[in-house]
Nanobody, 115 residues
């Protein structure tokens, strides 16, 4: 059974940086894309960044230029480098794998941006 395990969340001050990691139990190239989503307090889950099997990346407008999604195919890991963090970035961040119409999710990791 596929497992996606996120790590790297925590409390950070505004303007700070964090790196989230997602360990995938299968070859990440088995999937059409890997992505990071987030769900803030009282908000719907939203796409943050996606990387497709060919390496093309897309970002939510609010994180463009501040966040970077990347992958390590040898280790089956996906990362989200976050910088210039804002209080509005506070959310639970979820790793996502997509294969055709199927979506797979990790359990999430909390990111809190606060002074």
């Amino acid at each position: 059974q596929l497992q996606l395990v996120e790590s790297g969340g925590g409390l950070v001050q505004p303007g700070g940086s964090l790196r989230l990691s997602c360990a995938v139990s299968e070859n990440i190239f088995n999937f059409n894309s890997m992505a990071w989503y987030r769900q803030g307090p009282g908000k719907a889950r939203e796409l943050v960044a996606r990387i497709n099997v060919g390496g093309r990346t897309t970002y939510q407008n609010s994180v463009e230029g501040r966040f970077t999604i990347s992958r390590d195919s040898a280790e089956n890991m996906v990362f989200l480098e976050m910088s210039s963090l804002k209080p509005d970035d506070t959310a639970v961040y979820y790793c996502n794998a997509r294969l055709l119409r199927k979506e797979y999710w990790g359990q999430g990791t909390q990111v809190t941006v606060s002074s």
